[in-house]
Each structure stands twice: as C-alpha cells, then as structure tokens.
C-alpha cells in the first residue's frame, strides 16, 4: 500500500493533523490525474538542508523545501525535505501565518512531482496560483 509518511531530523515534529494533512495531499494528486504512492516528508532545519542542498543538489544556499523526484509514470513518489527554519522566517517575511506557509511548502513539493517548475519565465506565477487553489482545497 502506498503511504505518505512524516518524520524529524534534529527538530521537533511540527503539529500538523497528519490524517488530514494526507487526505489533502492525495486529494490535490488526484486532481493532476496523478496517483499518490510512496512520499516521505522529512522536517528538519536550517544546517540539515543546507547540508543536504551541498551534497545532492551542489547548491550553497538555504531553502525552505527541496523536492526528490522518483515519480513512476502517474504514481507520484518521491522524498520532500523542508526546513522549519526557513518556513518560520518566510512567514514572518511574507506576513503569513506560519501553518498556512508550512502547508504551502509541503503542497509545492507535490506540485513539483506533479511537473509544476517555478525556475523559468512565468513558472513561478503558475506555480503560486497553483499552490493558491491546493491552499483552497485544504479549507475546504
């Protein structure tokens, strides 16, 4: 059975409702026509990513979210690493409340598994409308 499943690495667990968290999360693959398979969340903070940024990805810089894609055709799967760190500062930054930013990195790294980029001309536009509309879903 495919799982989602969430885990810490030198921090604590944020409290996010796992099961509703989940539920959201399949809801917004299925409405790319994507199936959801295995899709691991590992929350850590701001050394671990910028770590993990150096050593996979040859990036010196702090994130908020990076994304490892190993999608099977339509079966979304992959290893989604996000900093509390960075999440909590962008907050602030941005003037959001830190639970409505910590769910918009956890639904833009399944975007990205679901083909969404933001690093070319005008993919940060969509992908921003795209995480508005997932955003949505959740209150729903």
């Known amino acids: 059975m495919a799982m989602i499943t969430y885990s810490s690495d030198g921090i604590?667990?944020?409290n996010i409702r796992k099961r509703d968290t989940t539920a959201w999360i399949r809801a917004?693959?299925?409405a790319y026509g994507k199936r959801a398979g295995d899709i691991g969340y590992?929350?850590?903070?701001d050394n671990k990513i910028?770590?993990?940024n150096r050593q996979f990805l040859q990036h010196d810089y702090y994130?908020?979210?990076i994304?490892?894609?190993d999608c099977d055709g339509n079966t979304i799967n992959g290893d989604i690493v996000i900093s509390l760190d960075t999440v909590r500062s962008n907050a602030k930054l941005y003037g959001k409340p830190y639970g409505e930013e910590l769910h918009r990195v956890i639904?833009?790294?399944?975007?990205?598994l679901c083909g969404l980029n933001d690093k070319g001309p005008g993919e940060r536009e969509l992908?921003?409308?795209a995480e508005d509309r997932a955003l949505a879903l959740r209150k729903k």
């Not at 590992?42 to 903070?45: C, D, I, R």
């Not at 639904?107 to 990205?112: E, K, P, W």
């Open 67 to 69: 994304t490892f894609d």
């Open 50 to 52: 910028l770590e993990i």
């Open 42 to 45: 590992m929350f850590v903070n």
């Open 127 to 129: 992908m921003e409308a």
């Open 107 to 112: 639904i833009h790294g399944i975007l990205h």
């Open 63 to 65: 994130t908020d979210v």
């Open 28 to 30: 917004v693959i299925n």
């Open 12 to 14: 604590e667990m944020p």
